[in-house]
């Protein structure tokens, strides 16, 4: 029985090779199979149960062989449920890494002609410094994921990834692409991600790019729940998601001008100084959430915080002042200007 050991962790490792020596001395604890259900595949799971039914035979291995013969079916019928895709696009992100995305489907398509053409890679500096800095292990937040093309990615590259997309219609698209690539550490979050718990009412809009965060999230109190033209969605705080032993490394926020409400409900988080975050400042849009450039800003102190400016060269040093400079690049005439707060 064969498996790749890179995913679990350096106990369960010792127990597999002490395993392969001598299967009869070795029992799988409670511990053991807490680690080797989040690290192994369905089948794989399988057989260790069966192994371990085999040469320990009694009433708790009978029970694990049960359970974990259950995974087979389950994965299975996760991927009959997901749309069908009749045609796929591979993105070739460099170094021998390839994704495949589903290309059949209105809102994919019109976010692969808006923003990655054929041969154009979608934001190129955001995939390099990801593949710079990724770990196997990493937990990585995506807040505005779309269809996933940044989740993937990040999962690809070894992290496990909550996805979180305000639009309903995107949340099966996301799970079809992260299927299609065989990564199952994507894990769709339907949820408006900002300064509040409770749910909104979001506009059941065309889910373009650009589009959807801005007009419909944060109807707060314009539209009733009974509304026939809404969805009730889920909003929470990234300070409601995770706790103090379980930070993320990093959170991506992506979110059309909303981004200072994100901040706000991540007070414990940035506090912690465990997280990167990596926001695309829209200038242009973050008004109409009633925030400035000041308040997404003030949750990072200049003697724990780096401000930095994702370029295609790298990152590039951004000083407070220029931050916040009327004439600056995340002033209200530039868009979509990816700056990383990241701790000292």
Request: net charge negative; charged share 20%.
């Amino acid at each position: 029985m064969m498996t790749d050991l890179s995913s679990i962790g350096p106990d369960f490792r010792a127990m597999w090779l002490r395993m392969l020596e001598n299967p009869a001395t070795i029992y799988v604890g409670h511990d053991i199979l807490r680690q080797a259900v989040s690290g192994l595949p369905p089948r794989t799971m399988v057989k260790l149960a069966k192994w371990q039914n085999c040469v320990r035979p009694n009433a708790n291995s009978l029970l694990l062989y049960e359970r974990c013969h259950r995974l087979l079916p389950g994965r299975e019928i996760r991927r009959r449920v997901l749309p069908r895709t009749q045609s796929a696009r591979t993105v070739d992100f460099g170094d021998g890494l390839t994704l495949r995305f589903t290309d059949d489907n209105p809102a994919v398509r019109m976010f692969m002609n808006k923003v990655m053409p054929p041969g154009v890679l979608h934001e190129p500096e955001l995939v390099n410094y990801l593949k710079r800095t990724v770990r196997h292990g990493d937990l990585i937040v995506d807040i505005g994921a779309h269809a996933g093309y940044v989740s993937c990615l990040a999962a690809a590259l070894g992290a496990t990834v909550i996805a979180a997309e305000l639009q309903p219609t995107l949340i099966p698209i996301i799970q079809l692409n992260a299927a299609l690539n065989d990564l199952w550490t994507v894990h769709a979050l339907c949820a408006a991600l900002g300064d509040q718990s409770g749910l909104v009412s979001t506009m059941r809009a065309n889910p373009s790019p650009g589009f959807q965060a801005s007009v419909a999230a944060w109807d707060r109190a314009d539209f009733p729940l009974t509304s026939v033209n809404h969805d009730c969605v889920p909003r929470m705080t990234l300070d409601s998601l995770f706790p103090a032993e379980q930070r993320p490394s990093l959170v991506k926020v992506d979110v059309e001008g909303a981004e200072g409400l994100v901040l706000k409900g991540a007070s414990d988080l940035i506090e912690a100084r465990q997280t990167r975050f990596m926001v695309e400042v829209h200038g242009h849009l973050i008004n109409g959430f009633d925030t400035t450039l000041a308040d997404l800003l003030e949750p990072f102190p200049e003697d724990r915080w780096s401000l930095s400016m994702l370029t295609a060269d790298g990152l590039e040093s951004l000083s407070r002042e220029l931050f916040l400079d009327p004439a600056g690049p995340t002033s209200a005439h530039r868009h979509n200007v990816p700056v990383l707060f990241a701790p000292i």
